[in-house]
T-cell receptor
Framework: AQSVTQLDSQVPVFEEAPVELRCNYS??????LFWYVQYPNQGLQLLLK??????LVESINGFEAEFNKSQTSFHLRKPSVHISDTAEYFC????????????FGKGTRLSVIA | DTGVSQNPRHKITKRGQNVTFRCDPI?????LYWYRQTLGQGPEFLTY????????KSRLLSDRFSAERPKGSFSTLEIQRTEQGDSAMYLC???FGQGKSYEQYFGPGTRLTVT
């Protein structure tokens, strides 16, 4: 079975400051890795994903995440946050074989302070 | 592409009543998933369909829960004899069953409150 641990339940950060949201996973088989974002009163939106290849993946709005197999981590970073980044962020994994369900972490609430 | 839609968006019901939620996936997607999200938790898998076949059910899906996808298009999730512990956001997602990523697209959810 797979599990995902998001070490911080809440992260407050000032606008234009850098941020890192941590994610560690546990799995006996290879997995795909995802970050989803949930804005207030909205559904989950895919932010970025790691499937294979380069371990550093980027989103269109400045977030990036690096897959570290030895540390079983997939931390999310942004060098300069904006007020509009305030949201709940979920890390998720899915095994490579088949079209299996996602296993999510508990989420990290990012609050950007003006 | 209108995205995944869910109805109703909010449902308030009294304990013991039955409720039914509907999910309309993206039209060409053959896989459909149901998840439940409680306060302070990430979404947890309930069940999924490939076309009209229900392929997997989580142990979270008690006998009071039933899901259908009769024509391989929309899906319904019914909860019988609701309990206060059923209060949660119910999320639907769909994906296209080919290619490597099988990316899941989520709907806005149905928030259930059982009083």
């Amino acid at each position: 079975a797979q599990s995902v641990t998001q070490l911080d339940s809440q992260v407050p950060v000032f606008e234009e400051a850098p941020v890192e949201l941590r994610c560690n996973y546990s799995s006996s088989v290879s997995v795909y890795l995802f970050w989803y974002v949930q804005y207030p009163n909205q559904g989950l939106q895919l932010l970025l994903k790691y499937l294979s290849g380069s371990t550093l993946v980027e989103s269109i709005n400045g977030f990036e995440a690096e897959f570290n197999k030895s540390q079983t981590s997939f931390h999310l970073r942004k060098p300069s946050v904006h007020i509009s980044d305030t949201a709940e962020y979920f890390c998720a994994v899915r095994v490579l074989s088949g079209n299996t369900p996602l296993v999510f972490g508990k989420g990290t609430r990012l609050s950007v302070i003006a | 592409d209108t995205g995944v839609s869910q109805n109703p968006r909010h449902k308030i019901t009294k304990r013991g009543q039955n409720v039914t939620f509907r999910c309309d996936p993206i039209s060409e997607h053959n896989r459909l998933y149901w998840y439940r999200q409680t306060l302070g938790q990430g979404p947890e898998f309930l069940t999924y369909f490939q076309n009209e076949a229900q392929l997997e059910k989580s142990r979270l899906l008690s006998d009071r829960f039933s899901a259908e996808r009769p024509k391989g298009s929309f899906s319904t999730l019914e909860i019988q004899r609701t309990e206060q512990g059923d209060s949660a956001m119910y999320l639907c997602a769909s994906s296209f069953g080919q290619g490597k990523s099988y990316e899941q697209y989520f709907g806005p959810g149905t928030r259930l409150t059982v009083t």
